[in-house]
C-alpha cells in the first residue's frame, strides 16, 4: 500500500477555494480503481492548513491516478489557492494493524 500526505497551507481569502478544489479531487479519486481512501482534512490548531491523506493500492494505482483528467484539473487550479509549494510524502506502507494488536489490550503488553 502506498500513503501520500500532502500538507498545504492558505489563508483566509482563499480558504474556499481549497476546500472546493481539495474535495473535488477527493470525490473523483475515491471512484479510481485502486483507491482505498482519499481525504481532505483540516488543522485543529493552525488556521488555513489542510492534510490530503490518499492511501493507494499499489505503485501501479497511484500512477494511473497521476493520468485522470481530474488530477490535471487539481494541478492547475491548486496554485492559486495555496501560500507555498505542498509539502508531499509517498510512503511505501509493507503492513498494518489495529490498535488493539499494538495498544495495551493487545499483544505486545
Known amino acids: ?3 501520500v500526505v500532502g500538507r498545504v497551507r492558505t489563508d483566509s481569502s482563499k480558504r474556499e477555494d481549497l476546500v472546493r478544489i481539495g474535495t473535488a ?5 475515491r471512484e479510481e480503481e485502486g ?4 481525504r481532505l482534512y483540516e488543522a485543529a490548531d493552525v488556521p488555513n492548513e489542510f492534510v490530503f491523506v490518499e ?3 499499489d505503485d ?3 500512477q494511473a491516478h497521476f493520468k485522470t483528467p481530474h488530477i490535471a484539473e487539481f494541478l492547475a487550479a491548486i496554485p492559486n489557492a495555496i501560500e507555498w509549494p505542498p509539502d508531499v510524502k509517498f510512503h511505501e506502507v509493507a503492513g ?6 499494538v495498544g495495551a489490550g493487545g499483544p505486545n503488553r
Open 25 to 29: 479531487v477527493a470525490a473523483a479519486s
Open 1 to 3: 500500500m502506498i500513503v
Open 60 to 62: 501501479a494505482a497511484l
Open 55 to 57: 492511501e493507494w493500492r
Open 96 to 101: 498494518s494493524r489495529d490498535l488493539a494488536e
Open 35 to 38: 483507491c482505498i481512501a482519499y
